[in-house]
């Protein structure tokens, strides 16, 4: 599969009709390295330092004619309130004008942690969006049994949306994903 980092934008983002699947989530729940294991390379930086992806990351995939969109996550990072605005802010713009081009928002919860307030706050917004979305639950090899099942509990009395069990590092629901994102 060929692959191409078309850059980080903060703005001005690529004006085309090739698809986007997202991936948005709380900093450091694994977007990144969830790329890097759909893409089975490490294109997409990743760091334990919660922050890291501060602008937005588009990862071009040929074959598909299709944009992986890695998002700077919401939450805690170790940076200023006034950055974290400006990435609210630029998220926003991102998903006004690329809005028709997005195929699903991959919405990642840590499965060890649950959904937070932050993240019930995400399902909202990509619901009165009108955007399709897929829950996410990352770092199921870092959650016991009962953690995921806590987890799935609570995802289900807060919403009906579907959700998939994954792990970077062990490839967990890597088909699950793709058949999601291309059919």
Known sequence: MKVRFIGSFYGNF??????????????NVGKSSLINMLLGTDMAR??????RTRAINFFFLEEYKTYLVDLPGYGFAKVSKREREEWRHMIDIYF??????????FLLIDARVGPTQLDLDAI???SSLGLPYLLVLTKSDRAGQKEISQTVKRL???????????SAK?????RELWKYAFG
Do not use: M
Request: charged share 45%.
């Open 156 to 166: 289900r009395e807060a919403t009906d949306a579907n959700y998939i069990i994954t």
């Open 170 to 174: 062990e490839g967990r629901g890597k």
């Open 46 to 51: 990743v760091s334990k330092e919660p922050g």
């Open 124 to 126: 909202e917004w990509l």
């Open 14 to 27: 690529p004006e085309d009709d090739f698809r986007d699947v997202v991936f948005a989530g709380r900093s």
């Open 96 to 105: 006004e004008k690329r809005r028709e081009n997005i195929r699903v928002v």
